[in-house]
Protein backbone atom coordinates (compact mmCIF):
# COMPACT_ATOMS: atom_id res chain seq x y z
CA UNK A 1 0.00 0.00 0.00
CA UNK A 2 0.92 4.00 -0.65
CA UNK A 3 1.86 5.72 2.45
CA UNK A 4 -0.52 8.22 3.10
CA UNK A 5 0.20 12.09 3.46
CA UNK A 6 -0.81 12.40 7.32
CA UNK A 7 -1.39 16.02 8.99
CA UNK A 8 0.66 16.82 11.20
CA UNK A 9 1.36 20.14 13.60
CA UNK A 10 4.99 20.66 14.93
CA UNK A 11 5.73 23.44 17.50
CA UNK A 12 9.21 23.78 19.63
CA UNK A 13 12.28 25.21 18.67
CA UNK A 14 14.04 25.37 15.70
CA UNK A 15 16.81 22.95 16.14
CA UNK A 16 15.68 21.18 18.89
CA UNK A 17 15.73 17.28 19.39
CA UNK A 18 12.31 15.54 17.43
CA UNK A 19 10.04 13.82 19.38
CA UNK A 20 6.94 12.48 17.11
CA UNK A 21 3.55 11.85 19.26
CA UNK A 22 1.36 8.39 17.43
CA UNK A 23 -2.37 8.36 18.96
CA UNK A 24 -4.74 6.25 20.03
CA UNK A 25 -7.44 4.43 18.13
CA UNK A 26 -10.22 7.03 16.82
CA UNK A 27 -8.44 9.95 18.31
CA UNK A 28 -6.46 13.22 16.49
CA UNK A 29 -3.60 14.72 17.62
CA UNK A 30 -5.27 17.14 20.05
CA UNK A 31 -5.09 14.35 22.27
CA UNK A 32 -1.67 15.47 23.00
CA UNK A 33 -2.29 19.23 23.60
CA UNK A 34 -2.02 19.13 27.86
CA UNK A 35 1.38 17.39 27.40
CA UNK A 36 2.84 20.04 25.21
CA UNK A 37 3.80 22.59 27.69
CA UNK A 38 5.63 19.64 29.55
CA UNK A 39 7.80 19.93 26.91
CA UNK A 40 8.86 23.76 26.95
CA UNK A 41 11.82 24.90 24.81
CA UNK A 42 13.75 21.38 25.23
CA UNK A 43 12.08 19.36 22.23
CA UNK A 44 10.30 20.20 18.34
CA UNK A 45 7.04 17.94 19.21
CA UNK A 46 5.67 16.89 15.77
CA UNK A 47 1.85 15.58 16.01
CA UNK A 48 -0.25 13.98 13.89
CA UNK A 49 -2.87 11.95 12.67
CA UNK A 50 -3.04 8.26 11.76
CA UNK A 51 -4.41 7.67 8.30
CA UNK A 52 -8.62 7.97 8.47
CA UNK A 53 -8.24 9.90 11.92
CA UNK A 54 -8.66 13.42 12.12
CA UNK A 55 -7.14 15.59 9.42
CA UNK A 56 -5.26 12.89 7.20
CA UNK A 57 -6.76 11.29 4.49
CA UNK A 58 -9.08 7.98 4.16
CA UNK A 59 -7.54 5.96 2.07
CA UNK A 60 -8.93 2.49 0.86
CA UNK A 61 -8.72 -0.01 3.82
CA UNK A 62 -8.11 -2.19 5.37
CA UNK A 63 -4.55 -1.10 6.76
CA UNK A 64 -2.29 -2.66 8.85
CA UNK A 65 0.17 -1.36 11.52
CA UNK A 66 2.91 -1.65 8.45
CA UNK A 67 0.54 0.48 6.56
CA UNK A 68 0.64 3.33 9.20
CA UNK A 69 3.88 2.73 10.01
CA UNK A 70 5.55 3.18 6.66
CA UNK A 71 2.76 6.17 6.64
CA UNK A 72 5.25 7.56 9.59
CA UNK A 73 8.53 7.13 7.93
CA UNK A 74 7.08 9.53 4.58
CA UNK A 75 6.07 11.85 7.61
CA UNK A 76 9.38 11.82 8.59
CA UNK A 77 11.05 12.24 5.01
CA UNK A 78 8.49 15.15 3.85
CA UNK A 79 9.82 16.84 7.10
CA UNK A 80 13.28 16.34 6.87
CA UNK A 81 13.74 14.01 9.75
CA UNK A 82 16.57 11.50 9.49
CA UNK A 83 16.25 10.27 13.41
CA UNK A 84 14.05 11.20 16.21
CA UNK A 85 12.67 9.97 18.97
CA UNK A 86 9.07 8.01 19.18
CA UNK A 87 6.14 8.22 21.66
CA UNK A 88 2.99 5.86 21.31
CA UNK A 89 -0.21 5.27 23.01
CA UNK A 90 -1.73 2.34 22.25
CA UNK A 91 -2.12 2.11 18.78
CA UNK A 92 0.38 4.83 18.36
CA UNK A 93 2.60 2.02 20.30
CA UNK A 94 2.04 -0.66 18.07
CA UNK A 95 2.98 1.73 15.29
CA UNK A 96 6.36 2.65 17.16
CA UNK A 97 6.55 -0.97 17.81
CA UNK A 98 6.93 -1.60 13.77
CA UNK A 99 9.48 1.71 13.56
CA UNK A 100 11.64 0.36 15.90
CA UNK A 101 11.63 -3.49 14.51
CA UNK A 102 12.13 -1.95 10.97
CA UNK A 103 13.34 1.19 10.67
CA UNK A 104 15.83 1.13 13.87
CA UNK A 105 18.09 3.83 12.24
CA UNK A 106 15.13 6.09 12.79
CA UNK A 107 14.05 5.56 16.12
CA UNK A 108 16.33 7.31 18.57
CA UNK A 109 14.17 6.52 21.39
CA UNK A 110 11.03 4.46 22.01
CA UNK A 111 8.14 5.15 24.32
CA UNK A 112 5.47 2.81 24.45
CA UNK A 113 2.43 3.27 26.32
CA UNK A 114 -0.29 1.38 27.26
CA UNK A 115 0.02 -0.65 24.26
CA UNK A 116 0.40 -4.49 22.75
CA UNK A 117 2.72 -6.35 20.82
CA UNK A 118 -0.13 -8.15 18.67
CA UNK A 119 -4.21 -6.59 18.04
CA UNK A 120 -6.90 -8.58 19.36
CA UNK A 121 -9.22 -10.31 17.79
CA UNK A 122 -10.58 -8.16 14.99
CA UNK A 123 -14.26 -8.31 16.10
CA UNK A 124 -13.97 -6.21 19.11
CA UNK A 125 -12.60 -3.54 17.24
CA UNK A 126 -15.17 -3.90 14.48
CA UNK A 127 -17.76 -3.50 17.03
CA UNK A 128 -16.02 -0.16 18.13
CA UNK A 129 -16.01 1.43 14.62
CA UNK A 130 -19.66 0.47 14.35
CA UNK A 131 -20.52 2.43 17.59
CA UNK A 132 -18.36 5.13 16.57
CA UNK A 133 -19.81 5.71 13.12
CA UNK A 134 -23.30 5.28 14.23
CA UNK A 135 -23.28 7.74 17.35
CA UNK A 136 -19.40 9.46 17.79
CA UNK A 137 -17.22 8.92 20.75
CA UNK A 138 -19.90 8.81 23.51
CA UNK A 139 -20.87 5.35 23.07
CA UNK A 140 -17.53 4.09 23.71
CA UNK A 141 -16.25 6.78 25.46
CA UNK A 142 -17.11 5.03 29.49
CA UNK A 143 -15.47 1.37 28.05
CA UNK A 144 -12.54 3.11 26.73
CA UNK A 145 -12.17 5.44 30.24
CA UNK A 146 -12.25 2.30 32.32
CA UNK A 147 -9.61 0.23 30.43
CA UNK A 148 -7.36 3.32 30.61
CA UNK A 149 -8.15 4.28 34.32
CA UNK A 150 -8.80 2.80 37.99
CA UNK A 151 -11.95 4.08 39.78
CA UNK A 152 -9.56 5.79 42.29
CA UNK A 153 -7.97 7.66 39.14
CA UNK A 154 -10.29 8.40 36.86
CA UNK A 155 -12.65 11.33 38.94
CA UNK A 156 -9.50 13.32 38.67
CA UNK A 157 -9.17 13.13 34.45
CA UNK A 158 -13.12 13.50 34.04
CA UNK A 159 -15.33 15.03 36.97
CA UNK A 160 -17.89 12.95 37.24
CA UNK A 161 -16.84 9.80 35.74
CA UNK A 162 -17.72 6.42 36.90
CA UNK A 163 -16.81 3.18 34.92
CA UNK A 164 -19.25 1.25 33.74
CA UNK A 165 -19.92 -2.49 33.20
CA UNK A 166 -16.98 -3.92 35.23
Do not use: K
Amino acid sequence: MTATTLFQRTTGPLGAPFVLLGGVLGSNLDMWRPQLPRFGDRLRVVRFDHRGHGGSPVPAGPYEIEDLGRDVLALLDRLGIERASYCGLSLGGMVGMWLAAHAPERIERLVLICTAAHLPPAEGWLDRARQVRAGGMAPVADAVLGRWFTPATGPRYRPGWRPTGR
